[in-house]
């Protein structure tokens, strides 16, 4: 166990089991933090990440948890903190995305996608917030998506959700930073996962497109992670951080 940029932190990590949470869950084992994830049906995934944590010398919890439920969320905030202790990082990262054009959209697909999205980011982060208070300080990482930057199509749930996000990261930015709360946004590109795994035109698509020429590994988004959760992030509030390979340059 060597001394990392994380040492002796606690760190909660929503949809932990898969992708961008599971790679940043282990990033952060490896900086010397004890994760604690969430997800919401891949048992299997979920167990494979608690022995790989630990395999990295950390403490690790997984639970079954549907973000969209502020109860739930609750809930999970509470056994997590029972497990490993309070939460010092915050990763709000769980995320879905349920596509069509904008005239098919349901009010159920609506609310499942927004629910999942700004919803559940909002009352997770609320569940941690009063500790991190009390304690004076603590780190919020919600992960946008750079579809909130530059749109899509078929994808204006999607779209909406992620746009929030960020709004939600200003607004509470501000109430938390003078508590020593940093609260960021993470705005990823096309990344490799489950998420994107069958769009395979699309897919092709952003590789011929983007300048770097190929899509963002997890690792990726799980470096910047790490950079806001530790020394390095020191002075980001309310930033939105975008490694996207180039797809949009601001
Ligand atoms: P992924 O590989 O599909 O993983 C999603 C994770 O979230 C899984 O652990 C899943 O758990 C969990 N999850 C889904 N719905 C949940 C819910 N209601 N409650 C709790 N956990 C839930 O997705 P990903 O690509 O890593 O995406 C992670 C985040 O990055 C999302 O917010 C996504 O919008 C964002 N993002 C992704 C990309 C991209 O190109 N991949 C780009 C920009 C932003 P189970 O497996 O147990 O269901």
């Not at 060597?2 to 909660?12: C, N, R, S, T, V």
């Not at 069509?100 to 609310?111: L, W």
């Not at 699309?202 to 590789?207: L, T």
Request: proline share 4%; with cysteine.
């Amino acid at each position: 166990m060597g001394e990392g940029a994380l040492q002796g932190k606690i760190a909660y990590v929503t949809g932990g089991s898969c992708g961008i949470g599971r790679a940043t869950a282990l990033c952060f084992a490896e900086a010397g933090a004890d994760v604690a994830i969430c997800h919401l049906g891949d048992a299997d995934q979920a167990a494979s990440l608690v022995q790989a944590v630990a395999a990295r010398g950390r403490r690790a919890f997984a639970a079954e948890a549907d973000v969209a439920s502020p109860a739930a969320t609750r809930a999970f905030a509470a056994a997590a903190e029972a497990a490993l202790g309070p939460c010092d990082i915050l990763v709000n990262n769980a995320g879905i995305n349920l596509r069509g054009p904008f005239e098919s959209i349901t009010e159920e697909i609506y609310d499942r996608v927004v629910d999942v999205h700004l919803k559940g980011m909002f009352f997770m982060a609320q569940a941690v917030y009063a500790g991190m208070v009390a304690r004076g300080h603590g780190r919020i990482i919600n992960i946008a998506s750079q579809m909130a930057l530059k749109g899509g199509p078929n994808a204006t749930p999607y779209c909406s959700a992620k746009a929030g996000i960020i709004g939600f990261t200003r607004g509470l930015a501000w109430e938390a930073a003078p508590k020593g709360v940093l609260v960021n946004a993470i705005a990823p590109g096309p990344i490799d996962t489950d998420l994107n795994r069958d769009r395979v035109e699309w897919r092709k698509m952003m590789v011929e497109t983007l300048p770097i020429g190929r899509l963002g590994k997890v690792e990726e988004i799980a470096a910047t992670a790490l950079m806001l959760a530790g020394p390095g992030g020191d002075y980001y509030v309310g930033a939105t951080l975008s490694p996207n390979g180039g797809d949009i340059m601001y």
